[in-house]
């Protein structure tokens, strides 16, 4: 894979967490890192002059925090600079993307969360309604991790429901592109009433998900190493929470059915898994730009 992943970038911890991910990122699949940070458009009425003064002040001073951002990137890696003004960060981050065709847009978590876990913010909520662009969500304390973990496997959350073509597109291009192996995961999680037959439908269930799974491996290209997992619970946050992580891991997961083609929309089941989930995320909108833009024709 080659092209440009676009990294939101604050001066806090937050944003070297998402650059210290985005970095193995770029460097595992050969693209270049576009480091940028949105400053807020004021709202100025005609009466109200633009303060240029101000606006070069802003701009000087965010070229020198992702300078210093920059400077903390390993050196195989090709990262660029990107200062501009926006309604919302999360609108000046899409409209980079957009501009650079990205493969990425990567955010940190919101502050307030623990280390090695997700918390989303205002920013990325925005991002998971707006972008046409998977988004990667870095939990905090991505900057921890040695630049040379890289990524070492790729494992698609993989739904019972239709629809996971642009998922298993996804995961097999950044896998490819990383040069490592798939986990195909599927959750089967019984959250019924104690007087239920659990033992009954964890049977018929893991029948249509096994389906589902081998399904989905036929998809990947030949050569691709893939396993394929159950993680089974008795809520789907419980079935995540005993499946084991990898430091260089990263997880795909699909938007929900709901969110309109080419958009993110993050589902109830990706909520939950979220928050057992220690790595970094990837959501990938229902239908890529190439997919739909053949539709378009």
Known sequence: MTGH????????????????????????????????IVLPRADRSVITPPDAGYDRYLREQSQQWIAAAIDRIPADVVAHAHVRFAESFAEGLVEIADELRASYIVVGAAD????????????????????????????????????????????????????????????????????VPVRLLSLLPVDLPATADTAAIRIAGSTEVDEVLDAAKAELPAGLEADVVVAAGDSIEDAVSHLEWQGGEVVLVGSSRLAQPRRLFLGSTAAKMLKEITVPVIVVPRTTRTSAEETQR
């Open 112 to 179: 307030g969360g623990s280390r090695g876990r997700h918390s989303l913010g205002s920013t990325t909520t925005e991002l998971l309604h707006s972008s046409d662009v998977p988004v990667v969500l870095v939990p905090r304390g991505a900057r921890k991790v040695a630049p040379e973990t890289g990524i070492t496997r790729v494992t698609a959350a993989v739904g019972t429901r239709p629809g996971a073509e642009a998922l298993v597109a996804a995961t097999a291009d950044l896998a490819q592109a990383a040069g």
């Open 5 to 36: 992943i676009v990294v939101g970038y604050t001066a806090t911890k937050t944003g070297r967490d998402a650059v210290a991910f985005a970095a193995r990122l770029a460097a595992a699949t050969g693209a270049v890192l576009d480091v940028a």
